[in-house]
């Protein structure tokens, strides 16, 4: 079972953003957190293959190695957009 459930994410929602928010709404701004957590997690990966890259010098790709990655989560998406949006680090707000 997923945590926390949907009626306690929506509770903490309205709490939070001060709007009731349907399963819908949720279903969508649940894919747009994690979308925005992807590309997060893939600008960090392209950055710390660019820095490996100008430290090996040779112009040549240098591999990163599991030590170098540890500081990207290795969660699902969804699980991880929940999460942030259950703790209050994305907020949803209202159209309109």
């Known amino acids: 079972m997923i945590e926390p459930s949907i009626e ?3 509770k903490s929602i309205k709490k939070k953003c001060e709007i009731d928010i349907n399963r819908y709404e949720l279903v969508i701004a649940t894919a747009k957190a994690a979308r925005i957590i992807t590309d997060i997690q893939n600008e ?3 950055e710390m293959e660019k820095n490996a890259a100008k430290e090996s010098g040779s ?4 591999s990163i190695s599991l030590k170098d ?5 290795d969660e ?18 209202a159209e309109g």
Request: charged share 35%.
């Open 8 to 10: 306690e994410l929506t």
């Open 44 to 46: 960090k990966r392209e």
């Open 59 to 62: 112009g040549s790709e240098k």
């Open 69 to 73: 990655l540890k500081d990207i989560p």
């Open 76 to 93: 699902k998406m969804v699980k991880s957009a929940i999460q942030k949006i259950y703790n209050g680090d994305f907020l949803i707000a």
